[in-house]
């Protein structure tokens, strides 16, 4: 089998800052992805390179919470059945690899809040605080924004704060599928979720069958609103229709149930052939991809 994969950095309606750059760091993702061996190595090492890029929703840079905080979500699956995944961590610099020691050191597969904290420092890994000056700036115009109703109404009214989701459809995840010289497969996605979400609130990204999944046929991580991800499992969806679908019409399949739903979504994947693929429900999603025919 030939070694490849695709790195995601999330998509929305329209591209905030320069497009270039994006490019440049999803290009040297796929390329770091590229130096693992298996499966999981190859999307480990792609999505620490978006991790530490502050343009990004994904650890460095994350989107902060109403109460100003980082709370990252990881998972990574596989497609021979293993799982790890973690949710609200606040203080972590690459949470896709707690997720992969959750995969590989417990009998679990998602830790949550102060346990999967405490997992992280036990493993050895170090505390990082995630925040970056813009994102604390542009969060206290957010705060400020909301409580004068400039914006949106009342913080409390939280429901409402969908109309500023879908005003701005901004999304920043990151996520990578890649296959290895072996025929081994695997997702991964990690991000600091939606701007202003409530403390605690979980997405899609490290829910097995929503933001990410893997089973016999394929891989998939996706990347878009996360309410709307879960709650019809579009990586479970995508997955089963590589069953007899190539990858690229698996992704389209799931994305025009997606728009149906009127859920702003990207998607990429890889096929237990090696065919990798990429969807998106509108706007703009860019992508990068190493080894692939
Ligand atoms: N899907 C992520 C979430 O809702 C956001 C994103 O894709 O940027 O948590």
């Not at 978006?50 to 343009?55: G, I, L, T």
Request: hydrophobic share 40%; charged share 25%; net charge positive.
């Amino acid at each position: 089998m030939r070694k490849s994969i695709i790195v995601h950095g999330g998509g929305g309606r329209a591209p905030t800052g320069p497009t270039g750059e994006r490019q440049s760091v999803l290009d040297r993702a796929a390329a770091a992805g590229m130096r693992g061996r298996t499966a999981v190595e190859m999307v480990e090492l792609a999505v620490h390179v978006v991790e530490d890029h502050p343009m990004f929703d994904s650890a460095t840079g994350a989107v902060l919470t109403l109460d100003g905080e980082c709370e990252l979500d990881a998972c990574l699956m596989t497609g021979d059945g293993r799982l790890g995944a973690v949710a609200g961590l606040t203080r972590t610099r690459y949470p896709i690899s707690v997720a992969r020691a959750v995969m590989e050191k417990t009998d679990h597969h998602l830790l949550v809040g102060s346990g999967a904290t405490r997992f992280a420092r036990l493993n050895g890994f170090p505390d990082y605080d995630p925040r970056t000056p813009e994102r604390v700036a542009y969060w206290k115009r957010l705060r400020r924004d909301l409580r004068l109703g400039t914006d949106r109404p009342d913080f409390r009214f939280w429901k409402k704060l969908r109309f500023w989701h879908r005003k701005y459809g901004l999304f920043e995840t990151c996520g990578a599928c890649a296959i290895d010289a072996r025929g081994g497969f695997a997702a991964a996605t990690s991000t600091g979720g939606i701007w202003m979400k409530l403390p605690g609130r979980v997405g899609d990204t490290p829910v097995p069958g929503a933001g990410t999944c893997a089973n016999a046929f394929g891989a998939i991580s996706a990347t878009g609103h996360g309410e709307g991800v879960m709650r019809h499992a579009f990586g479970r969806t995508a997955v089963e229709l590589m069953r007899r679908l190539p990858c690229q019409e698996a992704l389209e399949a799931t994305i025009r149930l997606a728009s149906k739903h009127g859920i702003e979504c990207g998607i990429i994947g890889v096929d237990r052939r090696g065919r990798l693929g990429a969807a998106k429900s509108a706007g703009w999603m860019q992508v990068g991809i190493a080894g692939a025919r």
